[in-house]
Nanobody, 118 residues
Framework: QVQLAESGGGSVQAGGSLRLSCTVS????????MQWYRQVPGKERELVAR???????TYANSVQGRFTITYDNYEKTLYLQMDTLKTEDTAVYYC????????????YGQGTQVTVSS
């Protein structure tokens, strides 16, 4: 199964930037999509950004134009560049990858905290 491990979270002031990294290992089903999610206590996990196996990207409306998802196939690392951060971006961020023959299964990393202060 694919395994993922995030890094790069931390604290930043509103308007600042952070880049999250996610090391991806054992990724056999390379046609399957990868994602970044976030979760705030008491709320459901929210899809933030998605990149398909072919590299096309989609974003939640709340982050469109501010966040960028990329995948470095050589480094086997998924990134989330977050610019113009807002206090409402504060959450635990998780990277994820689909796998199996139908891309129907999904594994998540352990999560990394992002805190944006005003």
């Amino acid at each position: 199964q694919v395994q993922l491990a995030e890094s790069g979270g931390g604290s930043v002031q509103a308007g600042g930037s952070l880049r999250l990294s996610c090391t991806v290992s054992n990724r056999v089903f390379t046609d399957c999509a990868m994602q970044w999610y976030r979760q705030v206590p008491g709320k459901e996990r929210e899809l933030v950004a998605r990149i398909s196996g072919r590299g096309s990207t989609t974003y939640a409306n709340s982050v469109q134009g501010r966040f960028t998802i990329t995948y470095d196939n050589y480094e086997k690392t998924l990134y989330l560049q977050m610019d113009t951060l807002k206090t409402e971006d504060t959450a635990v961020y998780y990277c994820a990858a689909n796998y199996d023959n139908r891309c129907a299964s999904r594994n998540y990393g352990q999560g990394t905290q992002v805190t944006v202060s005003s």
